[in-house]
């Protein structure tokens, strides 16, 4: 397996327009997870996905952010409009509960972000 | 509120010696414990993943421990290199809801 696929490595935009980050877990995982990373805050957890439900969102900041995971193979986080305080690079992740205990967590090379 | 706090935050220390990294976490109900590595400008590699009901784990130079009663993990790194100067970050997923929470790290320099 090629482990986690994020694409773009970095996305430079500006203000008010719509991003899209796009995530391919690693096949077979069920757990999938979307981080944010500042020098500020660390990573952040933003949201997660079991069997491509999503579980828990309340790290997701704002209304603008959304996420999506129609297939086990395929997420999306959309940041709609963008702000110049969601630069960041954020990261996505996969894991398998592999009872009764998860796996490892792997990670994405993440997206560096940049609204201008 | 799970809280994962590492310290210190920044360490420099000469090549050759042997270096302790610390990890604590407030909420002892955790699936597992599992230390990252992270370049700069880079994603996060997977060094070492302790599971809840195991003690330590060793990969090479590398050896990290677990004590689930007292919220505590450590990250020992024998012989330190350059090449290990990295920020190492440990996270812990969580018993009750599977989230995955990360301290800040720790900026580890090894001097020539």
């Known amino acids: 397996d090629a482990g986690v696929i994020q694409s773009p490595r970095h996305e430079v935009t500006e203000m008010g327009q719509e991003v899209t980050l796009r995530c391919k877990p690693i096949?077979?995982?069920?757990?999938l997870f979307w981080y944010r990373q500042t020098m500020m805050r660390g990573l952040e957890l933003l949201i997660y996905?079991?069997?491509?439900?999503?579980?828990?969102d309340s790290g997701m900041p704002e209304d603008r952010f959304s996420a999506k995971m129609p297939n086990a193979s395929f997420s999306t986080l959309k940041i709609q409009p963008s702000e110049p305080r969601d630069s960041a690079v954020y990261f996505c992740?996969?894991?398998?509960?592999?009872?009764?205990?998860?796996?490892?967590?792997?990670f994405g090379q993440g997206t560096r972000l940049t609204v201008v | 509120k799970q809280e994962v706090t590492q310290i210190p935050a920044a360490l420099s220390v000469p090549e050759g010696e042997n270096l302790v990294l610390n990890c604590s976490f407030t909420?002892?109900?955790?699936?597992?414990l599992q230390w990252f590595r992270q370049d700069p400008g880079k994603g996060l590699t997977s060094l070492l993943l302790?599971?809840?009901?195991?003690r330590e784990q060793t990969s090479g130079r590398l050896n990290a421990s677990l004590d689930k009663s007292s919220g505590r993990s450590t990250l020992y790194i024998a012989a330190s290199q350059p090449g290990d100067s990295a920020t190492y970050l440990c996270?812990?997923?969580?018993?009750?809801?599977?989230?995955?929470?990360f301290g800040k790290g720790t900026r580890l320099h090894i001097l020539p």
């Open positions: 096949s077979g995982h069920d757990y």
């Open positions: 996905f079991n069997n491509n439900v999503p579980i828990d």
């Open positions: 909420d002892s109900a955790i699936y597992n």
């Open positions: 992740a996969s894991s398998h509960l592999l009872l009764p205990w998860p796996t490892e967590a792997f």
């Open positions: 302790i599971q809840s009901s195991q």
């Open positions: 996270a812990v997923m969580l018993f009750r809801d599977d989230k995955i929470i």
